[in-house]
C-alpha cells in the first residue's frame, strides 16, 4: 500500500510535468494575442487559486480577502519600481514577504474566529484595505499608479512587444504554486492542515498546534498570492485599488478552486482552465451592457456542478474515491 | 516512585456548577484504571482537565512528576498524553490511514516514517484492512478502533480513553476490551471512562468513582462493586440498604 501512494505521488508529477511541457508549446501554435492574453490570465488564476486553496482549501479557512493580498503585492511592485527605481523582482519579493507578514498580524485575531465568522472578517478586512488605498496619497490614491513603459527588458520585466514572456513566466507561477502544494501535501504541515480542518479539537489532542498551523498556511498562502499581484501589476501596467483589490478579485480567486474541487491538488487548474476563458469570453462577448451577464452564466455553472459533483470536478477523475466505495 | 500521572486537589467552576471539587487521584505506571460514577459525576470534566482542554480553575495536574497544569491539549500531547473521544471525532474527509498518520506526526516529521508506524499501529488495532477508506466510511465500531489507533500513533506514556466501549454490541465490546489489554501489554498507562460497570470491571486494575465532582471512593473493582456508598450514588439508597 505504501506503495500504491508513491506511485499515486510519482504520476501526479509526470502528468504535471507532461501538461506543462503542452502548455508551453501552445503559443507556438496559438498566435491570436487575445487568446494569448486569456492564456495569461488562466495560469495566473491557476496560480492564484492554487495559493488560495492552501489557506482555504487544505486548511479549512475559507478567505474571500485574498485581493488584500493580490493587491499589496501589485502595490509593492508598482510603488517600489516607480519611486525608488527597485526592480519588480525585487518588489515580488517584497511584497510576498510583506503579505506574508500581514497575513500573520491578521490572522492573530482572526484565527480565534471560526467558521462563517472568519469568512466575514477576511472580507470586511480586505474592504478596510481598499478604502485605506483609495485615500492614500503616496500610492496615487484612487488614481492609482501608471507603470513608465520603457524598453523590453527581463530586467524590469516589461514587454510591449510580445505577451509570450508573461505568457512564460505565469506558466512558471502556477508550476511553483502547484509544486509547493504537492511538496505540502505529504508533509508535516499538509496532515496537520486538513486535521485543523476537519476536526480542530481533534487535531489539538494529537499534537497539532491548531494556531500555528493556521498561521503557517495563511503566511504561505498570502505570499505566493502576492507574487501573483505583482505579476499582474507588470502585466496590466496600469494599477488602482479597484482593478487589484476590488472584491471579485477574491472571488476569482475562490471559484477555480471551488468549482476544480476544494482541497484538492489538482482542483484550482482544473477549475481556472474552465472557469477563466469562460469569464473572459462571456466577458467579451455579452459583457457590453455591464459586467453582469459573465458572472451570471459561470454563477449558472457553478450551481450546475455543484448539485452534479459536490466534491468538485475532480471528483471525476478521482481513483480514490472509487477504492472508497469498497 | 512518582505516579505517572497526579492530579493535586483539583476544581472546576462553571459559573455555579461545579464540576469537580478537591479531585485528587493518582495513576501509576503501567495500571488500568477505571474512573467511573453516575451521570454528571465530573467524570468527563477531569478527563478534559487531564488532557489539556481547559485550565482547572484551582489545583493541579502533574505528568511523570512535571506539572502540565498550564500546558494546552497539543503540547500535553507531545508530553505523552494521548486520547480519545467519547463522541468520536475522525478526520472525516481523509482516509483512515492518514488519520492515524496525524498522531504519528508527533513523533517523526519524517512521512515515509510516519507511514510506517501508522500502518504498524492500524495492524495492532484490527483496522489494517481498511487503511485506503475514507474516515467517514466506517461503522461506528471502527470509528472508535480510530480514535484509539490515532491516539496511540502518538507514542502516549498515558492513554485515556472516554467511553470507548460503550454502546458496542458485546462482541465488538469484548474485542475492545482484548484491545484495551494489549495496549497495557505495550507498556502504556490506562486511565478509561467508562459507565457501564459490567463491561470495566473485569478489565481494570483498578477503580476511582467519583460522584458530585468529588472522589467517592477508589479501590479494587471486587470492593467498589460491593461498598455501600457506590450502590447508593448509581441505584439510590433504597437499594444501598437492602445490600
Known sequence: ?326 | MTPLLETRGVWQRFGGLIANSDVSISVGRGEIVGLIGPNGAGKSTLFNLIAGVLPPTQGSIWLDGEDVTRLPAAERCQRGIGRTFQVVKSFETMTVIDNVIVGALVQTTVMREARRKAYEVLKFAGLAGRADVLASQLIPSEKRRLEVARALATEPKLLLLDEVLTGLTPIEAQKGVELVRRVRETGVTVLMVEHVMEIVMPLVDRAIVLDLGKVLVEGKPAEIVRDPKVISAYLGDRHALSA
Open chain 1, 1 to 326: 500500500m505504501d506503495k500504491n501512494f508513491a506511485q499515486r505521488r510519482r504520476r501526479d508529477l509526470v502528468v504535471a510535468a507532461a501538461f506543462a511541457v503542452v502548455a508551453a508549446l501552445v503559443p507556438l501554435f496559438v498566435k491570436d494575442v487575445y487568446v494569448q492574453n486569456i492564456m495569461v490570465l488562466t495560469l495566473m488564476y491557476a496560480a492564484l487559486s492554487q495559493s488560495w486553496n492552501i489557506l482555504s482549501g487544505y486548511c479549512g479557512q475559507i478567505s474571500l480577502g485574498h485581493a488584500l493580498y493580490f493587491g499589496i503585492g501589485a502595490y509593492t511592485t508598482a510603488l517600489l519600481f516607480t519611486k525608488f527605481g527597485v526592480l519588480p523582482w525585487f518588489g515580488m519579493l517584497g511584497g510576498g514577504l510583506i503579505s506574508a507578514l500581514i497575513a500573520m498580524a491578521l490572522g492573530y485575531p482572526c484565527f480565534r474566529l471560526r467558521g462563517h465568522y472568519f469568512v466575514i472578517a477576511t472580507i470586511v478586512i480586505a474592504e478596510i484595505a481598499l478604502l485605506l488605498f483609495q485615500n492614500w496619497n503616496f500610492a496615487g490614491a484612487a488614481l492609482g499608479i501608471d507603470i513608465p513603459v520603457r524598453h523590453d527588458s527581463w530586467l524590469t520585466f516589461q514587454f510591449t512587444r510580445s505577451k509570450l514572456p508573461y505568457f512564460y513566466f505565469a506558466l512558471v507561477l502556477a508550476a511553483i504554486a502547484w509544486l509547493v502544494t504537492w511538496w505540502l501535501e505529504d508533509s508535516k504541515w499538509g496532515y496537520w492542515w486538513r486535521a485543523v480542518k476537519d476536526n480542530p479539537d481533534a487535531a489539538e489532542s494529537l499534537g497539532v498546534v491548531v494556531f500555528n498551523s493556521k498561521m503557517g498556511a495563511a503566511a504561505v498562502s498570502a505570499f505566493l498570492t502576492a507574487v501573483g499581484g505583482s505579476f499582474y501589476a507588470q502585466f496590466v501596467s496600469y494599477i488602482d485599488p479597484e482593478s487589484v483589490m476590488g472584491f471579485q478579485f477574491s472571488l476569482l480567486m475562490a471559484l477555480p478552486a471551488v468549482l476544480g474541487g476544494i482541497g484538492t491538488l489538482w482542483g484550482p487548474v482544473l477549475g481556472a482552465v474552465i472557469l477563466i476563458p469562460l469569464t473572459e469570453l462571456t466577458r467579451s462577448f455579452i459583457g457590453g451592457s455591464g459586467r453582469g451577464v459573465d458572472l451570471i452564466v459561470y454563477g449558472t455553472l457553478i450551481v450546475l456542478i455543484s448539485l452534479a459533483r459536490p466534491e468538485g470536478l475532480v471528483g471525476l477523475f478521482s481513483r480514490r474515491r472509487k477504492e472508497a466505495v469498497r
